[in-house]
């Protein structure tokens, strides 16, 4: 498959079919929390790269194996808003699914003070998107933005679209330690949201690896902020692990029995397997949490190796 990947065991989604329209990697940020590492192409000039035929007959053979999915979800390696048509990429499919599985659109925010791009949102069920800093300076550090995206043009444009899209928008803020998760802006992030005012909050932690070291606020400190944001916010948490295991029985032992062979990177085992990079991502996060394999670094590149 050249456009979809899962269904993925999601956090805040259930059962998730991915749509990966920015593969590799094309970002407006290069987020210092990135499981992707490094942005070879960071833009905010939008492109065209679907066929939308294709996508459909994909979509179709995947419902037919796949028929219990909570969500199909536009995100993958990059920023979808970067992809021209996102109204008739959910119009399409929406119209495989027969209009059965709802949309969910994740983005970073930069482009939504564009009215075109909004407008071409209205098609979701469901949009997350992101906000990681309430200052400039935070912003500058945990975002890493391409030079014309403000911190000013994202509050404006989630403020927009909250006035016009009628479906739901999940707010999330990643909270990463000494970056953004003072007390100071929490509250900062409190004026903001009484203005944009979502429909919820979720808090995300940079819980799988990433390319840069990153660290976890402390819990203390979590529920602090929690308690200023205010009733509407949630803690997005790891999976249980009996919902862990429903998921790829197939690709896990795949990749254990692989890395059992030899130490290997992300990419290699996306080749070798032929699995979708994010399919890998999420396996990884599963055996990691199980404590199957570990990671390590030699040379300044991440391989992954298991416990026994």
């Known amino acids: 498959m050249d456009y979809f990947y899962g269904p993925v065991p999601s956090r805040r989604l259930g059962f998730s079919l991915g749509v990966d329209l920015t593969s590799p990697k094309v970002c407006s940020f290069e987020c210092i929390y990135c499981q992707l590492g490094a942005t070879p192409h960071k833009t905010i000039r939008r492109f065209s790269a679907i066929d939308l035929g294709k996508l459909k ?18 995100s993958g390696s990059g920023e979808p ?54 200052s400039p300076r935070t912003f500058i550090r945990i975002n890493r933005p391409y030079k014309s995206v403000t911190l000013k043009k994202i509050i404006k444009g989630l403020i927009a679209l909250r006035k016009e899209f009628k479906g739901k928008i999940w707010l999330e803020i990643m909270l990463v330690k000494g970056i953004n998760d003072t007390l100071a802006e929490a509250k900062k992030f409190k004026e903001l949201i009484q203005k944009i005012k979502p429909d919820k909050i979720q808090l995300n932690l940079p819980i799988r690896p990433t390319a840069q070291k990153v660290s976890l606020p402390d819990k203390e400190r979590i529920e602090k902020i929690k308690k200023i944001l205010g009733k509407r916010v949630e803690v997005a948490s790891l999976l ?69």
């Open 57 to 74: 007959k994909e979509l179709s053979t995947i419902l037919k194996r796949h028929p219990h999915i909570d969500y199909i979800t536009i």
């Open 240 to 308: 249980s692990k009996k919902t862990r295991k429903k998921f790829y029985p197939d690709a896990k032992h795949d990749i254990v029995k692989f890395l059992k062979r030899r130490p290997a990177t992300i990419k290699d085992l996306a080749q070798s397997l032929r699995l979708h990079y994010n399919e890998v991502l999420k396996c990884l996060d599963m055996l990691i949490t199980d404590k199957k394999i570990r990671e390590y670094k030699h040379e300044g590149r991440k391989y992954f190796i298991t416990n026994d």
């Open 81 to 134: 808003t970067l992809h021209k048509n996102l109204d008739k990429i959910i119009k399409a499919i929406k119209g495989v699914g027969n209009n059965k599985y709802p949309v969910c659109v994740i983005t970073n925010s930069s482009l939504l003070h564009r009215k075109d791009i909004r407008r071409e949102l209205r098609q979701a069920d469901l949009i997350i998107p992101s906000l990681d800093a309430a």
